[in-house]
T-cell receptor, first 117, second 115 residues
């Protein structure tokens, strides 16, 4: 299984809602990532988890809260979002992160298209 | 950032032509580079990678060239097909603190292939 899956595919939420995005991989990867991609722009890194520990937070607002319950799952909890947070949210995984093993490919999921009203 | 004159946001080619997509990267210490293809409604898909100790790498119908002197990366696609139509991103792997790295994506080039 060389796939990263993400649910839901589409999500529409109001600014007062609380919702969660989910990501799953069964490749035995120990590094997982969240990216945000606006229309016609490149993906931008938000968070990196390595061995279920948060390793990078790219100064993301606290209304985005990541969680890595185990090595296969990655969640992104959303609360009090703004319309400008509407974007495609991509999850990725790689074998490991950091150290001397930096030459490893990241596998991306299809993304969740989020619309904040 | 991107060097003016090197990056084209769009590229239109005829089926069967060879395509060349260019990318300028920002950090001379970057040690690993990846080209991704992103089709509409999908996540980025790995095409080919190259380490900084190489200047050329070939895959199936694709070749990546790395020129570290001018911090330039290119992707060559041979015999371009309509299925190659997508947005292509280069990504550089840069150091983040002491422990790890992060992928930084370039602006992307939209390739349109007409038959």
């Amino acid at each position: 299984d060389t796939e990263v899956t993400q649910t839901p595919k589409h999500l529409v939420m109001g600014m007062t809602n609380k919702k969660s995005l989910k990501c799953e991989q069964h490749m035995g990867h120990r590094a997982m990532y969240w990216y945000k991609q606006k229309a016609k722009k490149p993906p931008e890194l938000m968070f990196v988890y390595s061995y279920e520990k948060l390793s990078i937070n790219e100064s993301v607002p606290s209304r985005f809260s990541p969680e890595c319950p185990n090595s296969s799952l990655l969640n992104l909890h959303l609360h009090a979002l703004q319309p400008e947070d509407s974007a495609l949210y991509l999850c990725a995984s790689s074998q490991v992160w950091g150290g001397t093993y930096s030459y490893n490919e990241q596998f991306f999921g299809p993304g969740t298209r989020l619309t904040v009203l | 950032g991107e060097s003016v004159g090197l990056h084209l946001p769009t590229l239109s080619v005829q089926e069967g032509d060879n395509s060349i997509i260019n990318c300028a990267y920002s950090n001379s210490a970057s040690d690993y580079f990846i080209w991704y293809k992103q089709e509409s409604g999908k996540g980025p898909q790995f095409i080919i990678d190259i380490r900084s100790n190489m200047d050329k790498r070939q895959g199936q119908r694709v070749t990546v060239l790395l020129n570290k002197t001018v911090k330039h990366l290119s992707l060559q696609i041979a015999a371009t097909q309509p299925g190659d139509s997508a947005v292509y991103f280069c990504a550089e792997n840069i150091r983040r603190g002491q422990a790890g790295t992060a992928l930084i994506f370039g602006k992307g080039t939209t390739l349109s292939v007409s038959s």
